[in-house]
């Protein structure tokens, strides 16, 4: 036996989680992975610009009502299938074990990669940083692995500890960002306060797609909520609850500060000066509101925020792998509880590795950190949430079609497929407009499918195509594991 066993981490019986998070804490969880701070000091003065310009926060609302819809589908399941993998296990339930198992490598990219996204937003906004005090100017990437592995560390540790750091850094967010508002409110702006944001015209300006595509990555996580069930107090009253609290207040509150970012520079201004740097557009506006104090606050929360938002999808991927390795998966070892922590901790060795991993790539890939790692990223993540979403709807319907369990036709039919539509109609906006995004358009600006976004377009299949490889191989090779898998996934 080695010194780890003995301690009891190793050779702890227990694959199960648990705790007794409530609505709050899981709320917590969940917008903190949203990150309230990082969206509107980094992805919404990137959807301004190379998105629809003044008409960006109206994508934010549109996107609130779409995934309104998917939520009412998504709370009937987590009362009538009683497991935590969230997409991973209701896909499962409804649309069958391949399927199941399509989705869960599906969600494994979207994390990831929404995940090494923002270490590279965190990685350039540490360098900036530093080297405005006067301290010497290091890569971006070596910043983004000193996050990586003090993420590690806490992600290693029981969950209620992660759920009281990302509580107390969201409260500061969300009170710095409605100060700044209300500064904006008070000063009526160079323009004057206006509803131009919501105006047809503005709305469908620019490149709207690409705008919806930063728009409904700003709420990725929220989803999370079914993940943390086994930790979760009273989890057939407080997942629900804690899904529709978080969609609805992420949709009212980005609404509103993305609102007050156009009106502090103008409808007809906010997009230039988007242009002259979208990576300190909220730092500049501070500085005009808040004055320098305030300025200096937001820089750290900015700072705050993004680590909150690695630690939360940290969080989610540790337990997707976990779930993944107690299906039969992934390594048996990855499906571990610590003993003393109650944590995922062999997955959350494995997921800081592979941050660690990608973070090399990138940098000898010589990859520029805002413009390239977290855009094309969050860009993938986004497709592969949308298309995650999308055939969720389907399962709940196909899922109570069949067994009948919940007969409430607005809970299992009527809004689930809304929500598919609205989805649907989503991811094909987003591949339409994705070569803009990263690039790749022609002389004229018109957008060409070239290497880069095609390649990156093709993750968002080939992953799925992993899990329905890796079903029919496990069915064919290991039957008794395929047996493990129907109780893991599909009942």
Not at 101 to 107: C, F, P
Not at 201 to 211: K, R
Not at 214 to 234: K, Q
Not at 445 to 465: E, H, I
Request: net charge neutral.
């Amino acid at each position: 036996m080695t010194q780890l066993e003995s301690k009891g981490t190793a050779a702890a019986p227990s694959r199960t989680l648990r705790g007794s998070l409530g609505v709050t804490a899981i709320v917590f969880m969940v917008v903190a992975a949203a990150s309230p701070l990082t969206v509107v000091g980094g992805a919404a003065p990137l959807g301004i610009l190379i998105g629809n310009g003044a008409g960006f926060p109206t994508l934010y609302a549109i996107s609130a009502v779409i995934l309104l819809l998917f939520s009412v589908g998504l709370a009937a399941m987590t009362r009538h299938v009683p497991r935590p993998g969230a997409f991973f296990t209701y896909i499962g339930y409804g649309l069958g074990r391949p399927s199941g198992l399509a989705a869960a490598w599906t969600a494994m990219l979207t994390y990831t990669t929404i995940q090494v996204s923002v270490y590279g937003y965190i990685g350039y906004l540490l360098e900036i940083t530093v080297v405005s005090l006067g301290g010497p100017d290091l890569a971006w990437w070596l910043y983004a692995l000193a996050v990586v592995g003090l993420v590690g560390i806490l992600g290693y540790r029981h969950i209620d500890l992660s759920s009281k750091v990302l509580g107390v850094l969201l409260v500061a967010e969300v009170a710095i960002v409605l100060a700044l508002v209300a500064a904006v409110v008070f000063d009526g702006g160079p323009e004057g306060l206006s509803a131009a944001p919501f105006e047809p015209a503005n709305v469908l300006s620019g490149s709207p797609g690409v705008g919806l595509m930063f728009a409904i990555a700003a709420f990725i996580g929220f989803e999370a909520t079914a993940i943390f069930r086994d930790e979760a107090r009273d989890p057939d009253r407080t997942i629900p609850r804690a899904t529709y609290v978080a969609v609805i207040g992420i949709g009212v509150f980005y609404t509103l500060a993305s609102w007050g970012l156009v009106m502090a520079w103008g409808p007809d201004g906010v997009l230039a000066a988007a242009a002259e740097d979208p990576g300190t557009l909220m730092l500049r506006t501070v500085a005009i509101y808040l004055g320098s104090v305030g300025e200096i606050i937001v820089n750290v929360l900015l700072l705050t925020s993004m680590f909150a938002c690695v630690l939360s999808f940290h969080n989610v991927l540790t337990r997707y792998q976990h779930a993944m390795a107690t299906a039969g998966v992934l390594p048996d070892r990855l499906g571990g509880v610590h003993a003393r922590h109650l944590s995922p901790h062999a997955s959350s060795i494995a997921q800081t590795a592979t941050a660690v991993i990608l973070t090399a790539v990138f940098a000898v890939l010589n990859l520029d950190p805002l413009l390239q790692v977290f855009t094309w990223f969050a860009g993938v993540a986004t497709l592969a949430i949308a298309v995650l979403m999308a055939a969720t709807s389907i399962a709940v319907i196909v899922y109570f079609a069949r067994n009948r369990a919940d007969r409430r036709v607005w809970n299992t039919v009527i809004a689930p497929a809304l929500g598919f539509v609205g989805l649907l109609a989503s991811a094909v906006i987003i591949v339409v407009y994705f070569p803009i995004m990263v690039g790749d358009v022609d002389a004229e600006g018109t957008p060409v499918f070239g290497a880069v976004s095609a390649g990156l377009l093709a993750l968002v299949a080939l992953f799925p195509l992993l899990g329905y490889a890796q079903a029919a191989w496990i069915r064919r090779r290991r039957p008794a594991a395929y047996a493990k898998l129907t109780d893991a996934i599909a009942g």
